[in-house]
């Protein structure tokens, strides 16, 4: 049995050697790098070839790969790299990497044609400049032999080890049984439809609600399907931390069922999670765990990979042992484990670690996305951007060396984009060229001073640096999906201000491709209806996979009523707050006990429950803050105590919303005070009428679905199990429309009043 590796791949590992130096940077993107890549080959003679597929064998090392170029005429093998900055300034220890690249290749087409020496050239791009920048060496087969041998016995040892390991962990996956007696109600459903479609390739959307057990009944088919479906990786992504340990829970569970720890699995936090020096830049001369990094790496790779749960701690725990970065050991190490357990980003990012090494490696990836009702806006969010002009305004204030002229002229573009804007918010069809850039002009100004003196750029400028830069890569994207719009405010001496925004609509294009590079991706929720909602604006191939898993609870578990005589909307909500004081103090007495209860703003909690507090203030009561950080949300957890009694106010779509888990008395009704739909402001109108002009329903798109989630997601905090008992009270005479109570889980038997 041979052990494949890819020639990126094998160089990362054999011939990275020094500091951690990020300050060559910003790298181009993924599409400019594939765009310069094609530049340059444009500009080849008629019999160059481009993307030369290679691959060579030494001992039971198969290496294999894409050459980017060879020139025929010159007999030159070229390795392209884009670049943003002065090429003077890349460390050393980068350019050897790209050698060593240049060179494995180079020996891999040597073979193959039977050449005795060949040029090997290196080619740098300047994404901004377009200037190219060729170095070449020439070198006969003999050496080029030599070196790629070189390189293969280093990663040998580490390969055979590895494919010891696959063989071990194969076999403990084929004889891994589900952990429990039986599965769930449902349980076995999900398991058996996701475990179908990852064997033929489409994806799944599943809908299953809580008490079904979603995180094992979704891990367990796709860690059986390893090995039949040769799978390289499994990724497990969520939108909140929560989600990660129920996920680290599940494996664990998993792996001791096994009965064997060949499995590896690593969880992924955010870099300043994970950062041990926040006040330290990622190089040598900042950061003491940057410093030599790639030389202490061997040996933290090589006690990370005998642990089988790289959970957070346990990563730090390695990393520190062996002085180097936790973050970018982490990062190293997904490419050595089997399931990666992280947030939806690294996937769906347009800069995702996860999609970019299954790419480079082309690695056959099984996704699940938990919560996926979340990945609508944080894909909006991935791909949008935003630059404030009081940043600008205090930047030219500060007058930062070389920058002024550059600085005024993209203010006075700035400017100009609402010169004749009367209204506070304006929403336009394109970003204009002339701001456009003026904004690249900074941009690369800004550069090239940071590429001179990395370490004596003003973190003000350096701020603006990168929002401008994110701004820039999103502008690329802008087309019908979007919307450019122009907030304006007053500023200091009643100097108008703007804020400008790219905003993604709909995501479907940029995370429809994530979808299909996968073997199968499944998304899964207790809310993914309407389900065109999600395909629509997730861009899910057109053979996805559908299933509504049935509830395994009872109608007469929960008590949902609709309160339809009070109103919640805007104008009506002075007049609701004494009522729903009185509906909450009836419901508490009849039956004492933890409730919660749901607003749609944090000026609306607050006015119900100052006057709860007047009127009866014995009824213990507990309030979310705009801001709380993670112990002052454990704090207001904490209050559900078993048998417990009171109520805790919360905003609808909040922290406290969803991805809460209170079985049992801890939790034994819910209060939900209002439709749930998005705030209408200029904004969402926006998005209304895109939508509508996209999909035909721009209300529906808009408003009622977010908002009726959000409802359905909160109720489902109540009855966590098969024997938990609650009441639901639903408060607004919209809760009464028949294309509302239509979206409503199909156990839910309701009452209206």
């Given at each position: 049995m041979s052990y494949s590796v890819a020639v990126r791949a094998l160089c990362e590992f054999s011939a990275k050697v020094g500091d951690l130096d990020l300050r060559f940077t910003p790298s181009p993107t993924a599409q400019e790098g594939i765009a310069g890549h094609r530049r340059v080959t444009a500009r080849r003679d008629a019999d160059y070839e481009a993307e030369v597929a290679l691959q060579g064998q030494y001992q039971s090392l198969q290496v294999r790969g894409r050459a980017d170029g060879y020139d025929p005429a010159r007999n030159r093998l070229e390795e392209i790299k884009t670049h943003r900055g002065d090429l003077a300034r890349q460390p050393a220890n980068h350019r050897q990497l790209h050698w060593a690249q240049a060179k494995v290749y180079a020996w891999l087409l040597c073979q193959a044609r039977q050449l005795p020496t060949i040029e090997v050239a290196l080619v740098y791009l300047d994404v901004d400049s377009d200037r190219q920048t060729l170095i070449s060496e020439q070198h006969s087969a003999d050496d080029l032999q030599r070196?790629?041998?070189?390189?293969?016995?280093?990663?040998?040892?580490?390969?055979?080890?590895?494919?010891?390991?696959?063989?071990?962990?194969d076999r403990g996956l084929q004889a891994m049984g589900f952990p429990y007696g039986q599965f769930r109600q449902g349980q076995r459903q999900l398991a058996e439809t996701l475990y179908k479609a990852v064997s033929t390739g489409r994806c799944l959307m599943a809908q299953a609600s809580t008490g079904i057990g979603k995180t094992l009944g979704t891990l367990f088919p796709l860690l059986k399907a390893m090995v039949p479906q040769q799978l390289d990786k499994l990724y497990f992504l969520t939108a909140k931390t929560p989600g990660r340990a129920l996920a680290l829970d599940a494996l664990a569970q998993l792996t001791a069922a096994a009965a064997q720890p060949a499995l590896r699995s690593l969880e992924l936090i955010a870099r300043d999670k994970a950062c041990e020096y926040p006040g330290s830049a990622c190089h040598g001369e900042s950061c003491v765990l940057a410093k030599g990094f790639y030389d202490r790496l061997p040996a933290a790779r090589e006690a990370a990979a005998a642990l089988p749960m790289l959970n957070r701690e346990a990563l730090r725990e390695v990393a520190l042992a062996?002085?180097?970065?936790?973050?970018?050991?982490?990062?190293?190490?997904?490419?050595?484990?089997?399931?990666?357990?992280?947030?939806?980003?690294?996937?769906?990012?347009?800069?995702?670690?996860?999609?970019?090494?299954?790419?480079?490696?082309?690695?056959?990836?099984?996704?699940?996305?938990?919560?996926?009702?979340?990945?609508?806006?944080?894909?909006?969010?991935?791909?949008?951007?935003?630059?404030?002009?009081?940043?600008?305004?205090?930047?030219?204030?500060?007058?930062?060396?070389?920058?002024?002229?550059?600085?005024?002229?993209?203010?006075?573009?700035?400017?100009?984009?609402?010169?004749?804007?009367?209204?506070?918010?304006?929403?336009?069809?394109?970003?204009?060229?002339?701001?456009?850039?003026?904004?690249?002009?900074?941009?690369?100004?800004?550069?090239?001073?940071?590429?001179?003196?990395?370490?004596?750029?003003?973190?003000?400028?350096?701020?603006?640096?990168?929002?401008?830069?994110?701004?820039?890569?999103?502008?690329?994207?802008?087309?019908?999906?979007?919307?450019?719009?122009?907030?304006?405010?007053?500023?200091?001496?009643?100097?108008?201000?703007?804020?400008?925004?790219?905003?993604?609509?709909?995501?479907?294009?940029?995370?429809?491709?994530?979808?299909?590079?996968?073997?199968?991706?499944?998304?899964?929720?207790?809310?993914?209806?309407?389900?065109?909602?999600?395909?629509?604006?997730?861009?899910?191939?057109?053979?996805?996979?559908?299933?509504?898993?049935?509830?395994?609870?009872?109608?007469?578990?929960?008590?949902?009523?609709?309160?339809?005589?009070?109103?919640?909307?805007?104008?009506?909500?002075?007049?609701?707050?004494?009522?729903?004081?009185?509906?909450?103090?009836?419901?508490?007495?009849?039956?004492?006990?933890?409730?919660?209860?749901?607003?749609?703003?944090?000026?609306?909690?607050?006015?119900?429950?100052?006057?709860?507090?007047?009127?009866?203030?014995?009824?213990?009561?507990?309030?979310?803050?705009?801001?709380?950080?993670?112990?002052?949300?454990?704090?207001?957890?904490?209050?559900?105590?078993?048998?417990?009694?009171?109520?805790?106010?919360?905003?609808?779509g909040g922290a406290f919303g969803e991805g809460v888990d209170l079985p049992g008395t801890r939790l034994i009704g819910a209060f939900v005070a209002t439709l749930g739909l998005p705030q209408v402001n200029p904004v969402n109108e926006q998005f209304k009428q895109r939508l509508g002009r996209q999909f035909g329903a721009g209300f529906d798109y808009a408003y009622l679905y977010p908002g009726v989630r959000k409802v359905i997601q909160a109720a489902g905090r109540v009855i966590r199990g098969d024997q938990d008992r609650g009441v639901l009270l639903l408060i607004d005479e919209r809760f009464a429309e028949p294309r509302v109570q239509q979206m409503f889980p199909n156990w839910w038997q309701t009452a209206c009043e």
């Open positions: 070196f790629f041998e070189t390189q293969c016995q280093c990663f040998l040892a580490w390969a055979q080890a590895q494919e010891q390991r696959l063989a071990e962990r062996h002085q180097v970065c936790p973050y970018y050991l982490g990062q190293e190490m997904a490419r050595w484990v089997d399931v990666v357990v992280a947030d939806y980003n690294y996937y769906f990012d347009a800069h995702a670690l996860l999609f970019g090494l299954a790419q480079a490696n082309q690695w056959r990836v099984a996704v699940l996305v938990d919560e996926a009702h979340n990945l609508v806006d944080r894909g909006r969010g991935m791909y949008s951007a935003s630059l404030d002009q009081g940043q600008l305004m205090a930047l030219r204030q500060s007058k930062p060396e070389g920058l002024g002229s550059a600085l005024e002229r993209l203010n006075r573009q700035w400017n100009a984009l609402y010169k004749d804007q009367r209204a506070p918010y304006q929403a336009g069809e394109r970003l204009p060229d002339a701001f456009a850039q003026a904004l690249q002009q900074c941009i690369g100004l800004i550069q090239e001073r940071l590429n001179q003196t990395p370490a004596g750029i003003d973190p003000q400028v350096l701020q603006f640096f990168y929002q401008a830069l994110q701004f820039s890569r999103v502008a690329e994207l802008f087309d019908e999906h979007y919307l450019f719009d122009v907030s304006v405010r007053d500023g200091p001496r009643k100097r108008r201000l703007a804020t400008l925004c790219l905003r993604n609509v709909v995501p479907a294009r940029l995370l429809g491709p994530r979808m299909r590079a996968a073997r199968s991706v499944t998304l899964f929720s207790a809310t993914l209806s309407p389900r065109q909602y999600y395909a629509d604006l997730l861009g899910m191939p057109a053979d996805t996979a559908w299933l509504d898993v049935a509830a395994p609870f009872r109608a007469e578990q929960l008590d949902v009523r609709i309160i339809s005589q009070i109103s919640t909307r805007y104008q009506q909500r002075q007049a609701s707050l004494a009522p729903i004081v009185e509906l909450i103090a009836e419901q508490y007495q009849r039956q004492p006990g933890n409730y919660l209860a749901f607003f749609s703003s944090f000026e609306y909690l607050r006015q119900v429950a100052g006057l709860l507090a007047e009127r009866y203030p014995a009824l213990p009561r507990w309030e979310q803050a705009a801001g709380m950080d993670e112990a002052a949300r454990q704090g207001f957890l904490q209050r559900f105590v078993p048998d417990g009694q009171g109520i805790g106010f919360a905003v609808l």
